[in-house]
């Protein structure tokens, strides 16, 4: 059944340690090309797959409120770093989808190489049953065209999913995959990060309020 774009939710999860304008980037472009109401931040508390972060949830969170206070389609949403354990994003559409009923479609936003590694993800196929996915892509990535570039597991499962424009996602309340084309910019926490451990400047790379707490709060210096 058709829906009204006004009812799309966007999820964006991520360590954000820090969060920086290739994030803020994303999110804009995401909502502006889907026609979100709005994009909900979603730091991880504890990821699975990946290193655990260096700043605290506390910390994390605090940048990300300060990052995108001033965009009304921004928000943050604590609830993975305040849920103890490991942090699953199934579990957060789970609880999303029981807060909000069924009126309301989630657009669940990674990268083309967080997709790639999907059927790593604990209860992988049940995100589908949850939300759309939006795979956020420079313009022309092979995943727009080639779909043999994903492991055969994931490629199977996937291959009636896939639809071409953003307009097509309110055909189905969830289980459908779009590759959003996005100004991916060429930043990473990572090198923030290492910036700020041997006092090179980091200016320009993510906004001046976030890094203002940074340098307040003493993180990524080896101080805190």
Same mark, same amino acid.
């Given at each position: ?9 966007? $999820? ?20 502006? /090309? ?99 996915? $939006? ?9 727009? /065209? ?51 451990? /041997? ?26």
């Amino acid at each position: 059944m058709s829906k009204s774009k006004a009812s799309f939710i966007g $999820i964006f999860g991520g360590t954000f340690d820090p969060i920086h304008y290739g994030h803020l980037r994303i999110a804009e472009e995401v909502v502006e /090309t889907i026609g979100l109401r709005e994009m909900r931040f979603t730091p991880a508390g504890i990821p699975r797959l990946r290193y655990a972060p260096i700043a605290s949830p506390q910390h994390r969170a605090a940048m990300i409120h300060t990052a995108i206070q001033n965009n009304p389609r921004f928000v943050l949403d604590e609830r993975e770093t305040r849920r103890p354990g490991i942090s699953y994003s199934v579990e957060s559409l789970r609880e999303l989808r029981q807060e909000m009923g069924e009126n309301i479609t989630l657009c669940f936003v990674m990268g083309a190489d967080a997709f790639m590694k999907l059927a790593e993800w604990h209860s992988w196929r049940e995100l589908f049953r949850l939300c759309h996915i $939006i795979i956020a892509a420079r313009p022309g990535h092979a995943l727009a /065209t080639n779909h043999d570039v994903l492991p055969q597991e994931l490629r199977e499962e996937c291959t009636q999913r896939w639809v071409s424009s953003a307009g097509s996602l309110e055909c189905a309340s969830n289980g459908l995959i779009f590759v959003a084309p996005t100004t991916l910019l060429d930043i990473s926490a990572t090198a923030i990060r290492a910036g700020i451990t /041997t006092r090179s400047s980091v200016r320009y790379l993510l906004p001046d309020a976030v890094l203002d707490y940074i340098e307040t709060n003493h993180l990524y210096s080896g101080e805190e």
